[in-house]
């Protein structure tokens, strides 16, 4: 079976690397124990091995198909979606008195882990439902909640996020979904939605689509834009299930990857109109819908580490025995081949597949512990601070672990070599399976732009200095034993403000131009951040190896860790002084350029 | 229906960067004229278009089938084999009295690369039996081209080139196939080779199989390895097709792309042993098959930078029709969205794949005409430096355009954001069936070590220099007005050599440490030759632009190369200062990684 994770490292993560074990101390935490966490995290690890990895490959053969009326998918995702729920990780992050678990984010997210490293595709519905949820939970009514966030807490509804149209991508501001109020203050929905996940399925009888329209003689652009609730099947006062409302799968889209999680054109009114519920107030809808984009952010970006973490941990195991060639020194064709894993450029691919994977997946980590202090840290100042991190990091937190948890997947293709690049092999499913994530819930691009023209200078910068301090204090209290990570990390930081403080000067007088090369400023910042991550790792890595009698097990953990915070110093971190020459340079070269010289 | 290259660009290819018309002047090709030659490639072009274009997506969805009998194709295939070989393309470069068109190299291989652009899986036939011929045309006997070849240059026998063994993978000094010599002067072959591409099909009546292979009692290693001729069907006396050899196919393979073309597990010998017979002398066959694997790899590069060609056209085009947003500066939404294209970011996108392709095709057709060279120059220094300069290059020639022809790709999906992510458009395929080339023929990382290990360091560096001295040479003869691009080029040639010379003599004492980031090296040389491709493009755009009576479209045609090769210069090639930092400090982090540490 292939392995999930890396139990030693979740348990660095959680309880080394960051500290969860403290949640303990908060109130709402206070009736749990470690215990608890680690079962809690143990029971999705099983769900995951028995329901979800045993239809990877399957659901990948065998896509969704649509024969105009119904849905039709292989009967395992619904075995595995009913094992999630039933297991109750759907409302496990709510209070024991809205039905929960009162778990801690965190533990949830590595639940969820688990869950995506055995079938991304499949771990897709869940993540809708929750995040749907999560929007009715935050804006919606007492009677909003009682009809659909309960029954999407128990998997018998699930739940998706409609904000796409054709014609407009990612221009959200230009969506043309209409809503016409109805006197008895529902609305009507007309308009077509496309890439809509989950949009429909044959896992549950309802599906509750939060989608974004413009209420007839709003505003133009953002400011017009609110957020409803539209079922595909009508609910009844009575909590039965009525007609079907005005909502049709127009076709199915076929993915190079992630193909057992459905991607639907939606026709909203092709009749009298999709009957919708209007969450929160009018107009404020994308603010709202903000709020499930940003946990969608964090959520690829997990997604995009875990996949990278599967296809190193598959590259590793393979490069440990198979054995070809010997080293340079020794050609000798008498002399036994040694595994591949001996090959320093195998070891590379496998250093830079640890970095990446490894390093992604303790960001995103992070990310739901800021998450989490920004609703139950003990002081409001606390709270304040990591939203602001938060906030700032959360274009980087989507965008690095997509970009190099797909590298990652490149790498392990090329250590397995002809066999990654068959199917008959997981590793290539990985890899088109991560190509999505660079892609949805934001491009690269989009993220870039809102890391430069919006995060970092927002308040002032406020939340950059916020960020910028706490990797000064790790600098100033790490162990002198890694001073060779602490002065290039140092380095990188001045760098890095140099050329933030350089652009956002430039932000309002030449606009076009600072943010002509954002993309360049996202890549330079996120592997700042991830020298950081792994900095942060030398240092617990250092101390823990500080007594000598570890266990050799321990040791070779420790010892790991450390070099790869060495390789990432080496090889990945110095190319942020050439971006920064380029970025400082206010290069015009692609702003220049006209469509007519292509 | 979509664009096959461009054949503006080609022209200025073959007739601007390359002085393919002074072919006419050799003695060979004397009596050809320009006519000819575009005439020979509109020919390839037409065809490409009914026959190849018509079925690549087919291919991709419905990709060959084995039934424990006969390989089931779909049909499309063999018409357009039969179309190619009709023309007369398989022999197109043998001279007329070997029932050819005696065309030059280049010219067939820009014939060929219409043919990949249209349907990359589907040329690889006429690839694999093009080398094959070429293989039994250098090395065989009369009567075995009489009986072979003859029929592989009119489409009647394919050919493939049966290396690898499951057990082996890359490392050829450890193939175990064994062939027993019979009293009659043939051999049994005994063995199964894996990742056979074209090992079986349902093309042609035969398939002649060039094998590496052990004859008994030869000596361990690369010294011990002969080349068969192994038909898949015995040719009688007479020529008349006889018994089925004992070739088995074991099994088809199923890649993430390239799909059309197939890949196979062949069994020789499972009975009686396969007859097959020696071409040229014994023990010799690994450095005969060095010609077919040059020829390979040259194709490779090809391929990628086809494969990189066609997504950039594609998402060009998708980029200039597709309105979506507005500029940075421009937030009203009242004002009418541009083109996606007019967006930095796009562009930058675009950028990076117009100087990957169409830098890597010219790096391609640069090989072609020196190849040609070796053959046909004047006189025999020139021909000796030609054979250096392809020598030394050919790990490049092979990598750089696989490398960046996939990222090429992978920016064409990234343009078309979630349209580029679905099978209903193209460039997902182009990506996947990229994916293969970083792969066969020698991996990226063997490659590397060829070049590092072998090929620079190879006669006191004579080749290394040669190479040099051209570019030395044409930033010396270049146009004034492109001095800010001589001046990085000749920095970065300057620290080329200072890396070289440095990891040149840490070989011999430090084998393994100086080999052990050759990647790096290898990266880092093929920037520099790109960037001299570009410079060189930059000089002939540069003088073409100065009468100031340039038809627009031309004028747009040439500011296009001058913008990519600024591109080039500020966004590709500056990371070599940070690679050569690397490499100077000799990093020992990936060979000091140990296994037990990952």
Redesign the interface.
């Known amino acids: 079976m292939i392995q999930l994770l890396n139990e030693r490292d979740i348990e660095f993560l959680l309880y080394e690397f960051l500290n969860t074990e403290e949640l303990l101390k908060r109130t709402k935490y206070a009736e749990h124990s470690k215990e608890v966490f680690d079962a809690s995290i143990q029971t999705a690890k099983k769900i995951a091995e028995k329901y979800f990895a045993n239809h990877n490959a399957k659901g990948d053969q065998q896509e969704p198909t649509f024969d105009g009326k119904t849905v039709q998918m292989i009967p395992e995702v619904k075995v595995a979606w009913d094992a999630f729920a039933e297991a109750g990780f759907l409302a496990a992050h709510y209070d024991f008195e809205d039905g929960g678990m009162q778990l801690p984010d965190i533990i949830l997210r590595v639940a969820m882990a688990y869950i995506t490293a055995a079938n991304v595709a499949s771990s897709g519905y869940s993540f809708l439902t929750i995040g749907a949820g999560n929007l009715i939970d935050s804006f919606g009514t007492d009677a909003q909640k009682d009809r659909y966030l309960s029954r999407m807490k128990t998997g018998e509804f699930a739940g998706t996020m409609a904000l ?1 149209e054709p014609a ?4 959200l ?2 969506i043309t979904t209409k809503a016409v109020p109805q006197n008895d203050g529902t609305y009507r929905i007309f308009g077509q939605k ?2 809509i996940s989950g949009g429909d399925q044959s896992l549950t009888n309802n599906i509750v689509h939060m989608v974004l329209a413009r209420i007839e003689g709003a505003p ?3 400011k017009g834009i609110s957020l409803f609730i539209c079922p595909k099947v009508l609910v009844n006062e009575d909590g039965s299930l009525g007609e079907r409302n005005d909502v049709a799968l127009a076709g199915l ?4 990857g992630y193909r057992n999680t459905t ?1 639907t054109v939606l026709s909203f009114g092709e009749a009298e109109g999709a009957e919708a519920y209007l969450l929160g107030e009018p107009h404020k809808g994308l603010s709202y819908m903000f709020q499930m984009m940003n946990e969608a952010r964090i959520g690829v970006g997990m997604g995009a580490s875990v996949l990278g973490y599967q296809g190193y941990l598959y590259s ?1 195991d393979y490069a ?1 025995g ?1 054995p ?2 010997r ?3 020794q ?4 002399t036994k ?1 040694v ?1 591949i ?8 691919m ?2 830079a597949q ?1 970095v990446y994977s490894e390093g992604s997946l303790a960001l995103c980590l992070y990310a739901s512990s800021l998450h989490e202090d920004t609703r139950t840290a003990a002081d409001d100042d606390e709270r304040k601070r990591a939203a602001q991190v938060l906030d700032l990091l959360t274009p980087i937190i989507k965008s690095y672990p997509s970009k190099y948890g797909l590298k990652a997947n ?1 790498l392990a ?2 250590v397995l ?2 066999s ?5 092999y997981p590793v ?1 499913q990985y ?2 399976d991560n ?2 994530n ?3 819930e934001g ?3 989009i993220q ?2 809102d890391l430069l ?1 919006r995060k970092v200078v927002q308040a002032q910068g406020a939340a950059y200095r916020e960020w910028a301090l706490l990797v000064v204090a790790d600098i100033e209290n790490a162990n002198p034993a890694i001073a060779e990570l602490a002065k290039p990390l140092g380095e990188a930081l001045d760098k890095l403000n140099k050329v933030t403080q350089g652009l956002a000067m430039k932000l309002l007088p030449e ?2 131009l600072a ?5 360049e400023y996202l890549d330079m910042f996120g592997r700042v951040v991830m020298a950081w991550i792994w900095f942060r790792k030398a240092n617990i890595a250092v101390n823990a190896c500080t007594p000598q009698n570890l266990h050799e097990d321990e040791a ?1 953990f420790y ?2 860790k450390l ?1 790869a915070a ?2 990432f110093f ?2 990945e971190l ?2 942020i ?2 971006q920064a ?2 970025l400082l ?1 206010m ?1 015009a ?10």
Chains 1, 2 share one sequence.
């Not at 407009?168 to 221009?171: H, L, P």
């Not at 894993?341 to 590379?348: G, L, N, P, S, T």
């Not at 990654?420 to 008959?424: D, H, K, L, P, S």
């Not at 943010?515 to 993309?519: D, E, I, Q, R, Y």
């Open positions: 796409t407009q991508g990612s221009a501001a230009d496309i890439y133009l652009g953002t889209l076929h993915k190079m991607s590793l440990k198979r070809q060639g080293l340079p020194s050609r000798d064709p008498k081949q595994n894993i001996e090959h320093a450029d195998v070891k590379r496998l250093l640890k490149e293709i090329q070599g002809g990654g690049y068959i199917r008959e290539e890899y088109r190509r999505l660079p892609i949805h491009t690269e691009g870039a732009q023209g606009t076009e943010l002509a090369n954002a993309s070779n010892l790991g070099q060495r390789f080496d090889w110095p190319q002084h050439t020459a380029l340079s290069s070269v692609t702003s220049e350029m006209r469509a007519e010289w292509f």
